[in-house]
Nanobody, 124 residues
């Protein structure tokens, strides 16, 4: 069984930074792509970023490109999301999830194991 646990959320002022972590259990973590999604109140869950199993390929939503960086440490079964230049519109619950395959899909339906989420609030 693969378990996914996010941490690192909090309250930050606009322009600030946060680093989210996602720890996944299970030996199969290192063979799968991982992704970050977010969901703001009243909105659909949306893709933020994804990284392939080796960490050599990444993909970002246009809204976060140049501000967020996804990375992973397979020895620690952990994925990170470094968020810089945060804006109030980045406020959401952030979720980490495992891609079923090796790709870095932006589609929620391609991810099978999800964490409980961590709240990120950016004040203006």
């Amino acid at each position: 069984q693969v378990q996914v646990v996010e941490s690192g959320g909090g309250l930050v002022q606009a322009g600030g930074s946060l680093r989210l972590s996602c720890a996944a259990s299970g030996r199969i973590f290192s063979s799968h792509a991982m992704g970050w999604f977010r969901q703001a109140p009243g909105k659909e869950r949306e893709f933020v970023a994804a990284i392939n199993w080796s960490g050599g390929t990444t993909r970002y939503a246009d809204s976060v490109k140049g501000r967020f960086t996804i990375s992973r440490d397979n020895a620690k079964n952990t994925v990170y999301l470094q968020m810089n230049s945060l804006k109030p519109e980045d406020t959401a619950v952030y979720y980490c999830a495992r891609d079923r395959d090796a790709g870095i899909s932006p589609q929620k339906s391609d991810y099978d194991y999800w964490g409980q989420g961590t709240q990120v609030t950016v004040s203006s």
